[in-house]
Structures are given as C-alpha cells and as structure tokens.
C-alpha cells in the first residue's frame, strides 16, 4: 500500500490529539470510570478502527481493508491478557480504581512507542531474511502449544523476576497515598507502588509484543496496516478493561482461543512461505485468518458464558 510520509505524520498527529484529550480534558481527575463510559468509550474506539477500515478501503483498496481488520483483530484479541495481568497488577500494589487510569494511560503510552520500534525492526529483518518467518511461525506454534497445556499461574507477585530486580536496584516507598510516580524525602528521591506498577506493565507488554508483533507480520508486511492497526487495538485497551475488570474472570476459556489463534498464524507463516518457494500452490488467505480469529474468540466466550451460568445456578 503505498502511503505517502504526509499520511504516517497525520495519523500520529491525531494518536497525539486523542492522548492529550484523554489525560487533559476527558480523565483529568481522579476518579474511577464508570462502566457505562468505560463501554461508550470502548465503543468509540472501535468504530473508530472500522471507520479507518473503511477509509483504507476507498484509498487502498479491499485487500488492504481485510487485512486491517485482521491484524486489528488479532491484536485485539492477543491483547487480552494485558486486561488480566492488568487486573493482577492492580490488585497486588492495592492500586485504588480511581487512580488506575493515569497508569494504564503512561502504560499505553509506553507500549505504543515499544510496538512501533518492534515493527519497524520486524519488518526490516523479514524484508532482509525472508527465511525468519519459517523460525517466527514455528515460534508461534510453540508458545501456542505451550499455552494450552500449561497450568494457572500463581497470582503472588512477589515471586515475579521483574518485581525482584525493581526492588533490588531502586529506592522504594510503597506507602504512598498520593499517585506519583516518584516521592521526595528527607532529600532523598524514592519510587512508589504507582512506578512499579506502572513499570511491571511496561515490561509484561514487552514480553507480549513478542508474540503478537510476529503473528501480525504474518498477517501483513505492509508496516502501515502494522503500526495503525496495533495502535487502534492498544489505545482501546483501557476503556476495556474498565469496562470488563469485573467479568473477565468468568471467560475461563478465553486463554484456548489465544493458544489456538497463535498455534494457527504461526501454522499459517510456515505454509504460506513454503507455498511461495513451490510457485504459491496454496496459500492461507487473511480471509481464513479472520473468519478463525472471530470463531476461536466467540467459541470460547460463549462457551465461558454456558458454564459460568451452570456453577451459578448450582450455588
């Protein structure tokens, strides 16, 4: 899709807009929000990606419209588990609702800039070593596998690598009421919970971004479609997760459809680039990927949904 510098600079313009309206004007207190504008928020954010789909369309072409929407579902959908670790993160440093947007604003914030250096190197690497996508699918069916069978993880974060080597290597005050970042006492410059929070969901994204970057490159090469559909599905995660903090625990099976998504893109990497060395015989179109996508996710919710409704009733 060929996009000229002036469309990457409006776009980032905009992305800049909306995270300045955001903190300054629409979430400028302190306060918790509310359920209905956490979904009218999340709504908007998604109409907003389609409508963008719908202008990729008109100047790019259908095919380039399917694999937005693809790569902006995939990314939606693998973005999933930020909502728990968010949930997991919150719940440990005891963070109060109302001060838990201004985190996850610097976290997106953060990880929106992590993503587009990924995607950038990624795609650079794949244009130079085509041979690296046969190495990222067989990746991606591994973590996928490993997913599926592995077992709950232990919620106690005090065992966490990450939160071990914050602790070790910076001067902390986790008593802090107030939400800042960095405290000053007796001289001394001290980080809080709020930091450590906000740094453990810097990294976890980092980690995620290992899967999802090369998964979306199977998707698309096209480093346009890349970066806009990530942002869109990452500037959307906050409004959802307030929105679905209290149910997401309910959708037990959500993790078998992230492993069955990942297991397929790397599948689906490892064929289409053995198809294009034989002449492109076969090829898994974005069309499939899409149509499995929004399968494995409703599969997995409404089943979710059925038992959670069954234990509910046996109580």
């Known amino acids: 899709?060929?996009?000229?510098?002036?469309?990457?600079?409006?776009?980032?313009?905009?992305?800049?807009i909306m995270l300045a309206l955001d903190l300054g004007v629409f979430h400028k207190d302190n306060e918790e929000p509310s359920v209905k504008s956490s979904l009218l928020w999340s709504a908007f954010w998604i109409a907003l990606a389609?409508?963008?789909?719908g202008g990729v369309w008109y100047f790019g072409g259908r095919a380039h419209a399917v694999d937005?929407?693809?790569a902006y579902l995939l990314e939606k959908s693998l973005s999933i588990d930020n909502l728990f670790i968010f949930i997991l993160v919150f719940s440990?440093?005891?963070?109060?609702?109302?001060?838990?947007?201004?985190i996850l604003f610097w976290g997106v914030f953060g990880a929106l800039v992590m993503r587009v250096i990924f995607i950038f190197g990624g795609a650079a690497l794949l244009h130079q070593f085509e041979w690296l996508m046969y190495l990222f699918g067989a990746f991606l069916v591994y973590t996928g596998v490993k997913m599926l069978f592995e077992k709950e993880e232990d919620n106690d974060l005090n065992d966490s690598a990450i939160i071990k080597l914050f602790r070790k290597v910076l001067p902390l005050k986790e008593d802090v009421e107030e939400p800042h970042?960095?405290?000053?006492?007796?001289?001394?410059?001290y980080a809080t919970q709020f930091l450590l929070a906000l740094l453990f969901i810097e990294a976890s994204d980092l980690l995620f971004a290992v899967d999802s970057i090369p998964a979306v490159l199977a998707v698309t090469q096209d480093t346009f479609i890349v970066v806009t559909s990530n942002i869109f599905a990452i500037m959307g995660l906050r409004s959802l997760y307030f929105a679905l903090a209290s149910i997401l625990p309910m959708f037990r099976y959500i993790k078998y459809a992230l492993a069955g998504i990942l297991a397929f893109i790397g599948a689906k990497m490892i064929i289409n680039e053995g198809s294009k060395m034989l002449g492109g015989s076969f090829e898994i179109s974005n069309m499939v990927s899409l149509s499995v996508i929004v399968g494995l996710l409703t599969i997995s919710i409404v089943a979710s949904v059925i038992v959670s409704r069954r234990e509910q009733k046996q109580i």
């Open 181 to 189: 970042f960095v405290v000053r006492e007796n001289g001394k410059r």
């Open 92 to 102: 440990y440093f005891k963070i109060a609702p109302k001060y838990q947007h201004r």
């Open 50 to 53: 389609f409508i963008f789909a």
């Open 68 to 70: 937005f929407i693809t």
């Open 1 to 16: 899709m060929e996009v000229s510098i002036g469309y990457w600079i409006g776009f980032f313009v905009f992305v800049m």
